[in-house]
């Protein structure tokens, strides 16, 4: 499957669409759209708040597109504006104080709202844990283990420094681990 | 040990294993619909601010209501101030009254906080991992061993802060 950051569209096509066509804004779509929805809810979680989220970033997408300028495909540029909208959404104070007012935070109830049917178990596994992390160790796990940032650039995506990206993504490993690893072979002495 | 070794290894490729696509949330012709809608975010926002504000002055009210506690009458005025003429009163008297109607009002026990340790675990394992950084940037560099001592140092305190908060969370979990 192509990770979003690889999906390029013809220059025609782009073209047409910035004039306004309607075709080819719905052939763009129809190619950008999964892989964008995908990264979207894997670090929002959410998949009402990724739908939102999505929603903001394919039209950021239609509004900008004549201000593309093909240094990069234009899934990677697309994957700038959905990371960043992602990460706008888990700052959000309403959402800190909907997470809140509904106790704990509420990430523990994600693993429900991932689809995982047709997938290898392992797999299920693995889509689970990630949905029980935290949302901003997720959201640096799969930044950093899947689609290839540095700790430089998540540190200047979240407007922190690269030792936050660094913990939180040992954070992340560590609560992984304690999910995948089989009951037994868990060591019993975790300060975590 | 080894396992940790390979965990990361075999944890990103299973993380990159998984789909990268599937389906769209919605079609191309529910994009246009919702884009057209005002933003779906903004209608919620606005019930959430509701939500909120309704929320925190319910909580003020009744923090207010808790700490006061009974509405209180007006002292009768102090028989010597009540004797003095008006524009007479003395300002030490009534500095008396609101002082002990003040101390009345305060409750007998002090109020008692219950604050999660999530916060200070996450900022305290951010410090520690930037001192690592700091360390290892300072070893690179070879400086001196004396350059690095208050690092490591600061490292110790901070460690053993973790240490502390872990502590306490394990004594909160068993006293439940």
Redesign the interface.
Known sequence: ????FEITVPDDLRVRACAGEEGA??AI??AV???T???IR?IVGQ?SA???V???T??ILFERLPEFRREAPLGAWLRQIAVSRCLMHLRSP?RR??LC?EGGDGEGALASTL?TAA?PP??ID??RA?AALPATARAV??MY??EGYSHAEIAEAFGR????S??QL??A?VK??AW??PQG?RPTCL?S | MP??LE??PV??R?????????????D?GE?QR??RMP???AA??AS??A??AT?VIAVAVCATATRLGPVERPLPPHPATAAVQPGEETVSRNEDVYMERWLSSLPREPALVHVGTRSAV?TL??D???V??LVSAARAGRTPAAGVQPLLAERAQLVNSL?QV?YAETLADASR
């Open positions: 499957m192509t990770r979003l804004r719905q779509y129809a759209a999964p892989a929805f995908s990264l894997r998949t990724a739908e939102d999505f929603q903001d394919m039209m309403w104080v909907r007012l689809v997938l392992e797999l693995v889509e990630l796990l799969w283990e899947v420094s690269v030792s936050f660094k913990s040992a954070r490993h992984l681990r995948l690893e072979s300060l | 396992l940790e965990h990361e944890v990103a299973l993380l990159r294993e998984l789909p990268a696509g599937g389906a769209s949330p919605y191309f994009f919702r884009a933003p779906a975010g919620r926002m959430a601010r939500l909120v929320a996450e394992e951010d520690i991992a930037q690592d950084d240490v872990r």
